[in-house]
Nanobody
Framework: QVQLVESGGGLVHSGGSLRLSCAASGRFFSIYTMGWYRQAPGQQRESVANISRGGNTNYVDSLKGRFTISRDNAKNTVYLQMNSLKPEDTGVYLC???????????????????WGQGTQVTVSS
């Protein structure tokens, strides 16, 4: 019912930049927090950053200053600007959102969360 579609991943040299985008579409009433997680090979998924509908942001401490999250509520899209990339930033970056969705039929809302399929980011040394 709700799809999160990421884009913007790719291969970049160490020190380079990438900008990820994640657009939400489908049937939902409202999206509250949007954010990014990442998962490196053989490691657990970790939170990168999130942003509330009002623009309040949270970052994992190790990424502050290099990554910037932003969103466009009118487009239901969240962005992640990643600068000064390092090889250890390599992984699959997944978009996450929570808000109010709908039951499969009718118009009753239910608190929901959604995940994107992920976009690969590879940083070469």
């Amino acid at each position: 019912q709700v799809q999160l579609v990421e884009s913007g991943g790719g291969l970049v040299h160490s020190g380079g930049s990438l900008r990820l985008s994640c657009a939400a579409s489908g049937r939902f009433f409202s999206i509250y927090t949007m954010g990014w997680y990442r998962q490196a090979p053989g490691q657990q998924r970790e939170s990168v950053a999130n942003i509330s509908r009002g623009g309040n942001t949270n970052y994992v401490d190790s990424l502050k200053g290099r990554f910037t999250i932003s969103r466009d509520n009118a487009k239901n899209t969240v962005y992640l600007q990643m600068n000064s990339l390092k090889p250890e930033d390599t992984g699959v970056y997944l978009c996450h959102a929570d808000g109010l969705g709908y039951y499969s039929t009718g118009w009753q809302t239910i608190r929901s969360e959604w995940w994107g399929q992920g976009t690969q980011v590879t940083v070469s040394s």
